[in-house]
């Protein structure tokens, strides 16, 4: 079984579990008016009038029962993601964490900042913010709600003790559960089993009323027996649904962590990095953590954190059984040999790879891709200054520096005026580094800016974010580099101060077909030109959309596109998802991922509010070894 398998497998286990949790919620509404059933039954009997059909059955008592429950459920779940409001950055600061900035890093807090930089790249991720927590044992975990506001924390073990190759395996297992969407489903599972358990709760209030209520003098008996009863019925009834849900979670989170590994084997092509850090952990006598919050965060960590009665991770050993018997797919060679990653979106050029009489693998241009960008495509002074709030600023302004000299003197005046002499001076400097960057660097250097802008007061973004504005207007135009760089920011930055709310959508994408068509011929012609045409008819065939040729080339400005976006915002959810994976397969046709069909597809995913699919898994099934075009 290769790792596609793997990760098919994995899925296929969790949607079965995900519709018996669901089933399990309906439970406890039939197992609350079984009861009352057979109440109604025995009072039937008693009636000297003729018994109904079926005299356990009331639909009315039946609606409110139901009504009643879910009233409960849904107020324990949202007191529960109002307790988990803070996002990732709360739960790692929580477990003592700190935020990891590069400057003053030591020398393997800066190894495993390089580490998270590359598979950023490799995964066409956004760089998260790193957390260390000061605790020996060997350990990670990606929290928050969205990827958005999601961040990875390690511990000092795992920072000091494990390898290039063992790290580099575990934060690629910590991004697939990013990519996956792992953390919204860990936190939906949760507040529904909260939910539940107040039922018991409620239950067991009821009981403790029962017994401060002072004794009936009625010859018909003691009040108090009939409220025991109805508080005993509530606390079995939510205790016995908590506990299948907490079975169920705890199922559904080892699958997602066998998804994450396979995942990760995908990443870095080099199963065996990750497969050795959980022997090494497999090889310690205690790996606990010390924190007593870790306990109720066990199912973040990358293996388990606290005793617990129920595991909420698969046995180390047959992680590792997976991880070894997973074969790694064979490279095509490519024609385009030695092409590397461009534009944080990842995808494979590399040969055939031999294994060595090991059975070593060799690791995918992926993240070699990475390497050779973060080590020679970008100049040191320009990658420290990505890594710095100031600097960074500078470095996004400059990604919308204009090449007309009149421009460029408005440009350079209203940076002054807004951020003052400094920051002319910074862009005087990091000015040559830009001039020089190629189209294929530009995404991958606005992803890298991300953690620094983040680390900004609120008064000191809206003063860059003003800025800039005026600098994007300076020279009368927007170009396609500029219109993703606001969607990026608004996503990255600006939804961590809270500037941006999700907007609730019940659209479904026939009715949005026109403008899902008018997006997807966009991205048809920002590939190849030649296979506009192709390109369109796989992303509508996706979307279940009729086949039609694409909207004409003059059709398709960013304005109109803007539009487009503005209705498909309205989509579901789920048919936000839908149109993003459709918008993958469209750039990912002819096997190649062009500077323009990234940028394009960046800003669409994050207008959406939708992680950008890997570009690994749609470029290497449909063409193993595609080569990314690297054109400037």
Request: proline share 6%; net charge positive.
């Amino acid at each position: 079984m290769n790792f596609f398998d793997h990760q098919d497998a994995a899925k296929r286990g969790t949607r079965r579990l995900v519709v018996l949790f669901t089933l399990s919620l309906l439970g406890v509404i039939a197992m609350l008016y079984l009861p009352l059933a057979v109440v109604m039954a025995s009072e039937a009997d008693k009636s000297p009038y003729a018994p109904s059909a079926a005299p356990w059955w009331n639909p009315g008592v039946f609606a409110a029962v139901a009504l009643g429950s879910t009233v409960i459920i849904l107020l324990g779940a949202g007191a529960k993601r109002l307790q988990l409001s803070g996002g990732g950055k709360a739960v790692a600061e929580s477990l003592g964490g700190r935020w990891l900035q590069p400057a003053g890093a030591s020398p393997a807090e800066r190894r495993l900042l390089d580490v998270v930089e590359e598979m950023s790249i490799a995964s066409g991720m956004p760089v998260p913010p790193v957390y260390v927590i000061e605790d020996a044992s060997i350990n990670a975990f990606a929290a928050g709600h969205t990827p958005k506001d999601a961040v990875l924390g390690f511990t000092r073990g795992a920072i000091d003790q494990l390898t290039r190759d063992e790290l580099q395996g575990v934060v690629a297992h910590e991004f697939s559960h990013v990519a996956h969407g792992d953390m919204r489903l860990n936190l939906r599972l949760a507040c529904a089993v909260a939910g539940v358990m107040v039922i018991a709760l409620i239950g067991r209030g009821v009981l403790h009323a029962a017994a401060r209520m002072p004794a009936s003098r009625s010859r018909k008996g003691d009040g108090r027996a009939g409220v025991a009863v109805i508080g005993l019925v509530l606390l079995v009834v939510g205790g016995l649904g908590a506990l299948f849900g907490r079975l169920l979670q705890a199922a559904v989170s080892r699958q997602r962590e066998f998804l994450a590994d396979a995942s990760a084997a995908q990443y870095t092509r080099n199963p065996a990095g990750l497969a050795s850090a959980l022997r090494r952990i497999a090889g310690l006598h205690d790996n606990r953590m010390e924190s007593d919050a870790a306990s109720g965060l066990n199912h973040f960590f990358f293996t388990s954190a606290a005793r617990a009665w129920l595991a909420s991770h698969p046995p180390i050993e047959e992680r590792i059984r997976r991880l070894e018997g997973a074969a790694v797919a064979p490279v095509a060679r490519s024609s385009r040999d030695g092409a590397n990653l461009p534009t944080g979106a990842a995808g494979l050029a590399s040969a055939d790879p031999t294994p060595s009489a090991q059975g070593a693998v060799i690791p995918g241009r992926a993240v070699e891709s990475a390497r050779q960008i973060l080590r020679h495509d970008l100049p040191r002074k320009l990658l420290a200054a990505c890594q710095e709030p100031f600097d960074a600023q500078a470095v996004v302004l400059l990604l919308a520096w204009s090449t007309h000299e009149d421009a460029r003197e408005a440009q350079r005046q209203a940076v002054r005026s807004g951020l003052g002499p400094a920051m002319t001076s910074t862009l005087t400097r990091l000015h040559p580094a830009m001039k020089e960057l190629g189209e294929s660097l530009q995404l991958v250097v606005l992803d890298l800016c991300m953690p620094a802008l983040q680390q900004l007061s609120l008064p000191q973004y809206q003063a860059f974010r003003s800025t800039l504005a005026e600098v994007i207007r300076a020279d009368g135009r927007v170009t396609l580099l500029e219109w993703t760089l606001r969607s990026v920011l608004g996503r990255r930055v600006e939804g961590r101060f809270g500037a941006l709310r999700d907007r609730p959508g019940s659209a479904s994408v026939a009715s949005r077909a026109r403008d899902a068509w008018l997006l997807l011929s966009a991205l048809a012609h920002a590939g190849a030109p030649a296979r506009a045409t192709t390109a369109l008819a796989r992303g509508l065939s996706n979307l279940e959309l009729p086949d039609q040729p694409p909207a004409p080339l003059a059709s398709c400005s960013l304005d109109a596109v803007d539009a487009a976006l503005e209705g498909l915002a309205r989509l579901s959810e789920t048919g936000r998802h839908r149109l993003v994976e459709a918008a993958a397969e469209v750039v990912s046709e002819d096997g190649q991922l062009h500077p323009r069909e990234a940028l394009l597809l960046r800003a669409v995913a994050d207008r959406l509010d939708v992680l950008m699919p890997s570009m690994v898994e749609l470029l290497e099934r449909d063409a193993p070894g595609a080569a990314l075009d690297r054109r400037r």
